[in-house]
């Protein structure tokens, strides 16, 4: 009696290319934008800081991988926020509070949203 076995997916890239957002640091750049490279993926980075940005995409590239990063990523983000400014930690500070206290006892199912205004432009 003979049975066919399945065979695994492979989990290589090549000749893909991936857009990893927030790659400029932490899980973005290390387990994102690297592991992706490292399975054979072209990967375009975007983040806010583009020293960091570059910084991942020379380390990537001295790995032998495909990165490239996205020009204008910031300004496009800005522009579409109606504040004009990316948030600090401090701005969501508040609504974190409100969301585990019991004065949000009777909130549920719902979004809070605090994105500068980015969902009301």
Not at 21 to 29: E, F
Not at 69 to 82: C, H, M, R, Y
Not at 91 to 101: H, K, Y
């Amino acid at each position: 009696m003979s049975i066919t076995l399945p065979s695994t997916p492979s989990f290589r890239l090549d000749g893909r290319r991936a857009l990893v957002a927030g790659a400029g640091r932490g899980i973005g750049s290390a387990a994102a934008a690297a592991a992706l490279a490292e399975a054979g993926a072209a990967v375009t980075l975007a983040a806010r800081s583009r020293n960091e940005l570059d910084a991942v995409a020379l380390a990537i590239r001295a790995r032998g991988g495909r990165a490239d990063v996205l020009p204008g990523f910031l300004e496009v983000v800005t522009s579409k926020i109606a504040l004009g400014r990316i948030g600090k930690l401090e701005d969501i500070m508040g609504a974190v509070v409100f969301l585990a206290s019991d004065a949000s006892a009777l909130v549920t199912g719902s979004a809070l949203m605090a994105d500068g205004g980015w969902t009301a432009a």
